[in-house]
């Protein structure tokens, strides 16, 4: 659901170093919000504040958010804290082979950039839409 970002309770929070927002933000302004924030059921924020912040960074009104019926100081804390603690960063080794991936996605071979060719020609003659 979409909450306004005014009605949005910041408490005190565990992370106090929010990082670079101007990225975050220019992912968020690129993809799209991709998970939402967790507030409780007073809109108080339990997990996202670097969403959060790179939302307000981009001007925007409102946010995606789900709410959570964790009750109590302590769940809610407990749920701020699993969020950041299972995330888990790229190794190089993924890294490697998701830039190389990308690039032969971003620069097709020639071989490629035929096939593509024909098949859009065959989809315009017979009126084929993509799917």
């Not at 990308?102 to 799917?131: E, S, T």
Request: glycine content about 6%; hydrophobic content about 45%.
């Amino acid at each position: 659901m979409q909450i306004p970002i005014n009605d949005i309770i910041v408490r005190k929070r565990i992370r106090k170093h929010m990082g670079d927002i101007e990225a975050l933000a220019e992912s968020l302004k690129r993809y799209g919000q991709i998970s939402p924030i967790v507030i409780s059921e007073k809109n108080v924020l339990i997990a996202g504040g670097r969403r959060l912040e790179a939302a307000k960074y981009l001007g925007w009104h409102s946010i995606s958010a789900v709410i959570s019926e964790s009750s109590g100081e302590l769940a809610r804390l407990e749920l701020e804290i699993e969020e950041n603690m299972q995330r888990r960063d790229f190794n190089m080794e993924e890294v490697a082979e998701a830039t190389k991936k990308l690039y032969r996605l971003q620069n097709p071979g020639f071989f490629r950039r035929i096939y593509d060719a024909v098949i859009r020609f065959f989809r315009w003659l017979f009126m084929i839409k993509d799917a």
